[in-house]
T-cell receptor
Framework: RKEVEQDPGPFNVPEGATVAFNCTYS??????FFWYRQDCRKEPKLLMS???SGNEDGRFTAQLNRASQYISLLIRDSKLSDSATYLC????????????FGTGTLLAVQP | ETGVTQSPTHLIKTRGQQVTLRCSSQ?????VSWYQQALGQGPQFIFQ???????GRGNFPPRFSGLQFPNYSSELNVNALELDDSALYLC??????????????FGPGTRLTVL
């Protein structure tokens, strides 16, 4: 079983749609959780951190369910510029604090 | 921009050769992590360097090695290249304070092709 699992997509949605991505992680000791965005042939960039209380940044809402080991990202009112791969990321404990990435979910927003 | 730079941007090598990739971390950061991203996959952790010493390693063979310099820049060396080493190599810099690193900022990556 992969440490972080995501639906690879692609998700093809029209502009203005609401789209949700889900992710599960296997290590219950994981401490921190993130969504990164990666444009084609570019480096990953931090989109937002994810907290148990849920957090919102404009059109983006992230949620963490520790009991179910489940992370979600909701994008409202999709824009063409939202087209990218969204990577679910878990940071393990210990001195290394390495990031563990899912395979990413490809989003294509259509005009 | 993150302030993290990598060189070269692209590289083509043949099987059995050796390669060195370089990374300059963001000002004020003391930790560099290296990741390998194969096509269609998420980045995989190779290792991390803190204060010039390896500070954790992923599931990569010993032919993957690294260095960190006093200015916190870093190198990734890969010996005896294999076809499966073809990937985007990303470095990420961060600040390690106590037991935790803050946000990791990624450089633009080096795309390595092994023929």
């Amino acid at each position: 079983r992969k440490e972080v699992e995501q639906d690879p997509g692609p998700f093809n949605v029209p502009e203005g749609a609401t789209v949700a991505f889900n992710c599960t992680y296997s290590n219950s000791a994981s401490q921190s959780f993130f969504w990164y965005r990666q444009d084609c042939r570019k480096e990953p960039k931090l989109l937002m951190s994810v907290y148990s209380s849920g957090n919102e940044d404009g059109r983006f809402t992230a949620q963490l369910n520790r009991a179910s080991q489940y992370i979600s990202l909701l994008i409202r009112d999709s824009k063409l510029s939202d087209s990218a791969t969204y990577l679910c990321v878990v940071k393990g404990g210990g001195a290394t604090n390495k990031l563990i990435f899912g395979t990413g979910t490809l989003l294509a927003v259509q005009p | 921009e993150t302030g993290v730079t990598q060189s070269p941007t692209h590289l083509i090598k043949t099987r059995g050769q050796q390669v060195t990739l370089r990374c300059s971390s963001q000002s004020g950061h003391n930790t560099v992590s290296w990741y390998q991203q194969a096509l269609g996959q998420g980045p995989q952790f190779i290792f991390q360097y803190y204060r010039e010493e390896e500070n954790g390693r992923g599931n990569f063979p010993p032919r993957f090695s690294g260095l960190q310099f006093p200015n916190y820049s870093s190198e990734l060396n890969v010996n005896a290249l294999e076809l499966d080493d073809s990937a985007l190599y990303l470095c990420a810099s961060s600040l390690l304070q106590g037991a935790n690193t803050d946000t990791q900022y990624f450089g633009p990556g080096t795309r390595l092709t092994v023929l």
